[in-house]
């Protein structure tokens, strides 16, 4: 009985919680319901979370863009003003940003070439080409570093692997072209500078080497001609006509040579040397007179310049010994007196000087003034030669066998005198 009775206490239990569960119209009471709103609320929170997270990180992404864009920009601007050092740090903090841009290895790599730091320049170069091996920048860029220090080999795989991967690009072909010059390769170059004067037929530069290229395989014609082409494209282009006048004076046409130079003493009228060499010129070609009056000239509106008289008396001095001329000697010494007067007189100045000294008969001083020129740099051997012969003159063996021995070793063999050894012999025969 006493557990019948424990049996239905638990029946009855069981019951009361259900109707406590129910409401009257068999619906489910909130204490119930609370626990099903849970999982929903929480979803709601960690959508909300996600969204802001994503809010978040999206303005970051757009603010390190920004910045990256910004200091490549502030880079570049550096760059434009050759401040390489600012430029250097402006793409190192844009490379923190994104440590796999090919862009901030490319104009940091750049950056460092232009402030001589080749090796650093390397570096960068390397990883840009390694990052994107597609980028016919960072190949030219790496050519450039390479051809700067020497290592022409590399620096032409490096030209080649920009044009196979773009063939349009007449700078690339030059450089290219300069790198076989540079290497002692002139012929290799011929092709390269062809395919740049192709696609840009104003390319002066390119015109110039080539015809340096064409002159060491002594095609003279065609040599000329692509000088021609380089100076109607740039008439201020001093080195190509600089090599048209000696190419025109090699091959006998005087006339277009002495062209030449008119034209760059005209289009540099500040440069005395200009003119200097047209009076030189017309002095190498036996025409005196011309020499004399266009250093005249020379004189007159350059009347402080030391070369110019230097050279004047070079003309006068010139004539003097070939004709026994007593008035050009004298002119001689008067023009080149005054520009050996400093401590800033060259070595050519003094040895002409003492040599007019010597023929004028005041030998003690045409010694002292070529021992000062054999002293400065650079001197030409002749100024050994005329030491010798003052000091052999005034009885001074040692000084006079010292000069001749010197000469003797810097000279060319065909412009030695005959007589030289015998002279040697007797000028050591008087120093025992």
Not at 95 to 115: E, V
Not at 265 to 284: F, K, N
Not at 383 to 401: K, M, Q, T, V
Request: glycine share 6%; proline share 3%; hydrophobic share 45%.
């Amino acid at each position: 009985m006493k557990g019948y009775g424990h049996e239905v206490y638990h029946l009855l239990r069981v019951r009361s919680l259900q109707r406590s569960i129910l409401d009257t119209g068999g619906r489910r009471r909130f204490p119930v319901t609370i626990t099903g709103a849970v999982p929903r609320l929480f979803l709601v929170i960690v959508g909300v979370a996600a969204l802001v997270a994503g809010v978040v990180l999206a303005a970051y992404a757009v603010r390190q863009e920004r910045e990256f864009e910004r200091l490549i920009a502030a880079g570049d601007a550096a760059m434009a003003e050759d401040r390489t050092f600012e430029a250097i740090e402006a793409f190192s903090g844009a490379l923190t940003l994104k440590r796999d841009s090919t862009l901030a290895y490319l104009k940091r790599g750049d950056a460092y070439r232009r402030r001589g730091e080749l090796n650093a320049a390397l570096r960068d170069l390397r990883d840009a080409a390694a990052l994107d091996p597609s980028a016919p920048r960072a190949a030219e860029l790496l050519g450039d570093v390479n051809a700067g220090m020497e290592r022409y080999e590399r620096a032409t795989e490096h030209y080649r692997a920009f044009i196979a991967l773009d063939d349009r690009a007449p700078r690339v072909y030059y450089k290219l072209a300069l790198n076989y010059y540079r290497n002692g390769q002139a012929s290799l170059a011929v092709e390269p500078l062809r395919q740049a004067v192709a696609l840009d037929a104003r390319f002066a530069e390119a015109h110039y080497l080539l015809a340096l290229c064409l002159r060491d395989r002594d095609q003279t014609d065609d040599a000329l001609a692509a000088l021609t082409r380089a100076v109607e494209v740039n008439p201020a282009f001093d080195a190509a006509r600089e090599e048209l006048a000696d190419l025109y004076f090699a091959t006998g046409r005087n006339q277009q040579a002495m062209q030449q130079l008119e034209a760059l003493a005209a289009l540099e009228p500040s440069r005395p040397e200009r003119l200097v060499s047209v009076g030189l010129a017309y002095a190498r070609l036996g025409r005196t007179d011309a020499a004399i009056l266009t250093l005249g000239r020379a004189a007159e509106r350059y009347p402080d310049e030391p070369v110019v008289y230097t050279a004047l008396g070079r003309v006068w001095l010139d004539q003097a010994e070939r004709r026994n001329d007593r008035v050009a000697l004298s002119k001689a010494v008067e023009a080149l007196q005054p520009s050996t007067a400093g401590s800033g007189a060259s070595s050519e100045a003094l040895m002409l000087y003492g040599r007019a000294l010597f023929l004028s008969g005041q030998f003690d001083a045409a010694e002292r003034a070529l021992q000062q020129a054999v002293a400065r740099r650079p001197v030409e051997p002749l100024a050994f030669r005329y030491l010798a012969d003052s000091s052999e003159r005034i009885g001074h063996a040692a000084i006079a066998h010292d000069a001749l021995t010197r000469y003797v070793a810097l000279a060319d063999e065909d412009e030695l005198d005959p007589n030289t050894s015998a002279r040697l012999a007797r000028l050591e025969r008087r120093i025992r």
